[in-house]
Structure formats: C-alpha cells, structure tokens
C-alpha cells in the first residue's frame, strides 16, 4: 500500500514539473495578445495578481450566468473558486446600459486591488470577460489545473466595441456529416474570439440533416451518401432535440444560429426523397459527386411550396434567431426551360425567363418567412432575378454582388471566396493537403476590408459584417476542419471587430502565437505553417542543386540530412542546402510555444537527363476505352479496352454535361511529349497514373482524390520522351477524374504555375 502510494507520489511529481516550465516566462505569454485587438486599450502601472484572496462580486442578478460560465472556466485551470464576500482584491462585474457603446461593447478596468467589467449589455460583458481571460497567461483555457502558475493581470483600462455586428462562421454539415460535439467545441472557441454568428449549412445535394417531423423521409432517405460502389460516404442528420441544445449552447455564448434550408438548387437530398416536388419527377439519390446538380424544386408546382412552408415553420420553431439563410446559389435552369409548369408558372406571372422565375421562387418564399416576423439571407445569386429589399446578401463571388447589394440597400454579408473560403489551402500545393482551390493565407485573409472602396459612403452602413466559410468537399474529418478553419477564423475575428486602420499584420502574428496555446487547450487541430520552397517531395537533379525553404510566416525550421527526423535540437536552417549526392532533407517548421510542424520529407535523387526519344513520330496520341467501374487501376489491368484510336489531344472534358459520373469508364492515353531542353522539368497530374519513359511517376490509386497537389520532378534531356496517362471516372469520395479536364501539367520547377501539356508537344 505504502510503495503504491509513494510511486504515485512520485509520477505526480514529475507530472507536474514537465506542466510546470514556467508558464509566466514564456515568449507567447508576453505583452498583451488580445485577439481581437480592442478599440482602445491603454497599459499601466502594475498589476492585479488572481489568487484565492480575490473575490467576485456581481452587480445586478441578470448576469450571473455570464459571471458563472467565467468562473467555472477560470477554477478549471487555476483550481481558485473566487470568494463572493468583500476582499482586499475585488473582481466586479456589472451591466451599464449607458454606456456610449454598441450593444456589444464593454469596458474593462484592471488595477492592482480592483478588476471592473462594464457590460453595455450581458453580451458586452461576456466580451469584457473574455479580454480579461486573455490578459491572462494563454494556460488559463486550460480544463486541468494548471500547477505552479501566476495568474497576472497586468493593469490596463480598455473601452472597446465591435466595428461590425456580424461576425461569423459557416459550416457545411452535408458534404460530409458535421457531428454535434464537434460543433460546440467549435461554438466554445468561436465565442473566445467575439465570433457570434454560426451559418449552419443544413440541407444540400449529398445530404439532408435537419429532422423535420411532418416529411421523415428526409432523413430516412436524404440523409446518407453512397459511393458510387454502393458503400456509404458519410451519413447523419440531427433530431430536433439536437439543434435545439446546440442553440442553446450557442445562446449561452452569444452566438446566433442562422440556419439554411437551400432552394430551390442544391436540393437533391430532398428530392430523393420526395421526387414529386422537381420537375421530372426521379427517381433521384442523393448526389455522389461534388459539383452542381440540375435537378431543382419545381417552380410550377404548388406542393413545392406547400413542402417548403412546412419545413420552413419547422425551422423557425428551432431557431430563434433575425435570419433564415434560403441559399438561392448554383442554380442551371435547364429543366425548368424543359418543364411545362414551370413555363407556365412564367406565364402566369408575367416572367420573362428562367432567372426571373428564380427571384419569384424567392421572393414567394422570403413573403412566407417574412409573415411569420423574419428575415432571409440569401448568396448573392439571389439580386439575379430581383430580391426584394428587405433580403440580406451574402456576397461570395468576389464583393461584386455586396457592393451591388450595398448600393441598392440591401443589407449584406461579405464572404468573398478569394478572401473568405476556409477550403482553400493556406500554403503551397505541394506541402498542403487537397483543398477546394487557391491559396488564402493567413496574410490574405486578414488583409481583408468588409467595406470595398466601391460602396458609397451613405450606404456603407449596409454591410452587417463579414464570414468565414467551411465547405467540405475536401474536408473529410473534423480534425482536417480544424485544420482548415484555425487559426484564420482568428483573422476573420479581428477583421470583423477592429476598425480597418487599427490592424497590424506582424502585430496579429505575434498574438496568434500566444492563442495557438489557447487552442491547443481546447485539442484544436490547427494549421503550422509548413516549410516550403522545393516544388515537390521527390525531386531529381544532375551535378549539383541549391535548395532554399521558407514558411509563410517565417517561423524557424529545423533540419536533418541523415534520415532522422528533426527537432528542435536538429540544425536551423539559415541559407539554402547545397547538393551534390543523393540527399533526404526532413524539415521542420517550430512556433514560439515549441510545437512543430508535420516533418516534410524531400527527396533529392543525382541522376542524368534522360535519353529522348530518337525515332519519328505523327501528330496526335493514341488512345484507348472502356466503360465500366473500375476502384482502381489493378481492375481494370486485364479487361478489354477499345482499340487504340489516334485523337488530337486528351478527351475534353464537357463541363456542362452536369451528369456525366452516370456512366464510369476509364481511358488510357499513350504517345510523346517533347521538352524544349536539357532540364529538370515538374510534373502533375489530375488522374489516375502517369508514366514517363516507361516508369510510373505519378499514382493516385486508391487516393480519395485525383489532385494537382503531389508533383514530382524528372531531369530529361532535350527531344521526345514516351507518356502513359490513365483516366478514371470513377468516383471516389465526391471526386471523379473528369472534374477538371483531362490533361498532364509540365513545368520548370522555378515556375510557380503548373502549365498543362499543349496538344503541340504531343505525338504517337
Ligand atoms: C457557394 O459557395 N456556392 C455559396
Ligand atoms: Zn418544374
């Protein structure tokens, strides 16, 4: 008993010593490193030390569950449970509805015996609380006691408010199903940071998941997506149970939900289960692949209406909140050219064409929401046929459609894709994972006004604010999500709250270090800047090579070159790496807390320029088919493909065939490509396998995706040299091969840009 006890004694001890590095010397604890940075903010003298002498003491009752959410946080970590009589050392919180603020501001004051919290609202002094938990060490998240620390407040007065009132975060539950504990996890962080709008993206094409109780089928039928081999892809809905706790939750941290139902496009869901409401009438499944979907809710039908009222009341009976989002984006009208209720709906109401029918099909249902005391949101698509003025714009393509909106006064949410979409990667292709399209750094994000230039000054007041969004189609795990979202939704958070003039990109850089120890409290799977520079993680070069890294925010990096994976104790990368033998380079990005980056791994290989090709060879490549489903390419080794046939070039890819995943088939294109000289030349490629010169350099079978993220380099001399390219249309996780077209990328690793082989370079 007594050995059990002294070795528990013993682990304790040293437990404590590895969580006890003193926190309080730490260079992420230092300076003030409020995220978002406050309006006013002035240091002073001193400081006010938490302790168990401190006690708290609330002014009116109607904040106690403000003071009660902080509490309970701040014994978590320091293990102090404030006292509620007078002391020496006073924490006081209060409401003040007359203070010269918005509705969400607050003033904070620390001095050495007495913290004051000023609340114009209970929502400001939520605010107010959460600048004071981040004077405090970054530890303070911490849900464990955190042993030998000081909790220091330094002295600070601080009037502050937000310069938008909508701040927010979208999240796509349908591409792949977002659970519920997930998203509170993220509603706890979102809320630290003053974010207080939740976009939750319900209904879509892939899946169906909020339970409406009059229409089960939704979610008996709507609420799984199957690959194309039958088994599931994902899979979920929420009860209503479920959406109201996760109002709730959200409610107590001033966070609003604003719900979207989609019409009348990105509906498939609930059309497979309720095929009568489109205007062929099925049968439909749920969507297997990513991309935009013909079928729409009929417009010529009254039962569509009638459906989405129920629905709609449905909803509006779970979330309480201003605004129902009824998307409107992504529409192709062809079959509502091709339905005759539909066409006659359009002669009914006096409509010249299919766009107009789309802002009718709106503004009918914006009516309905509207007599029931709400507003709508819908993407920006909706001013195509004429949104009434009392519909908020979400501008996604591009500020275009909110300075349009603006103008004409609407209100609007900016959202601009370029700036605003967390699917895009946040660093190079080669080092990121598969995203949705271009890169949006950190830098980029936050360089973001909400208020384009364009806007004229009177109407500038229509913009509401802006919002981050987290599609994900090439998001397959909620650890990826965070990885996506983190720490840009901090940019969005500091965009949204300080005015334009105050921020400060190297000073926000500082501040994310320190919070990047906040999430890592919460277990948020953030984005490390990872090293870049090589184009590629299998590279070759002939004699020697000179290889140069960087981050995209100049942390350090580590490095080893013997097959070790590095550490902080490895060597600092400092100049470029000079090559003259075959090398591995494993390096690492480090952050000022001591997290490192994932280890990249580059390959440098000494080799020769490939002999080219010497024979003759005609214009065009040959090419061979077959139809059928292949998971990938050791099926379809042994089948029988068509007979070879030359064609100019790759198969283009017709874009406006919408359901062309129907039918699977793999093609084989063989031939030559020509290289200008004797270089080190980049390959990518968009489908299954590519060879050159008879070796397989590019694999992506059984990758979730085909993408142009992995690229591999090849030295090849001046002349000819033999390819094979395989294509297949299969459909793996949401993304066939035909999603772009059909082409090998070819380029000199100094160039930024992947350039598809051109059809004058080909032959057979
Ligand atoms: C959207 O990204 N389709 C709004
Ligand atoms: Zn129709």
Redesign the pocket.
Known sequence: MKIHWFRFLIVSVSVCIMACTNINEQVYNQGINIIPKPQNITEQEGSFVLDKTTAVKLQSSDIKSVADYFLRKIQLSTGIELLRDNAEKMLVLQVDSTLPLNLEGYELMVRPDTITVIGKTPQGLFYGMQTLMQLLPAEIESSQKVCGAKWIIPCVSVVDEPAFPYRGMHMDACRHFTPVDFIKKQLDVMAMFKINRFHWHLTEDQLWTPEIKKYPRLTEVGSVRYNQDGSVATAGFYTQEEMREVVAYAAERFITIVPEVEMPGHALAALAAYPELSCTGGPFHTRPVWGIEPELFCAGKEGTFHFLEDVIDEILDIFPGEYIHIGG??CPMVRWEQCPLCQQRMKEEGLRNETELHGWFLRRMENYIRSKGRKIIG?DEILDGGASSTAAV?S?RGDVGGIKAANSSHHVIMTP?QYC?LDYRQGGRTVEPLSMGPCTTLEKIYSFNPIPESIEASQRHFVLGAQV?V?REYIFTTDHMEYMIYPRALALAELTWTPTEQKDFPDFVRRVNNAYVRLDEHHINYHIPLPEGPVGNEMEFVDTVSVAFFNTRNYPMYYTVNGNNPTIKSTLYQNPLFLDKTTTIKIITVLPSGKISQIRTVNYVKTDYAPAYQGNTQPGIWMRHVDGLFSNSAAYKNVQFSEPKVIPCFTPVDLNKLDDYKTPWVEIYEGYFEVPEDAVYAFAVNSEELWVDGKLILDYNNKVARNLTTVVTKALAKGKHRFQLNKNNSIKQGFPDTWRETTFYIQSPDDDFLVAVKESQLSH
């Open positions: 984006d992504e993407w979400m996604w894709g979409y969004n599609w």
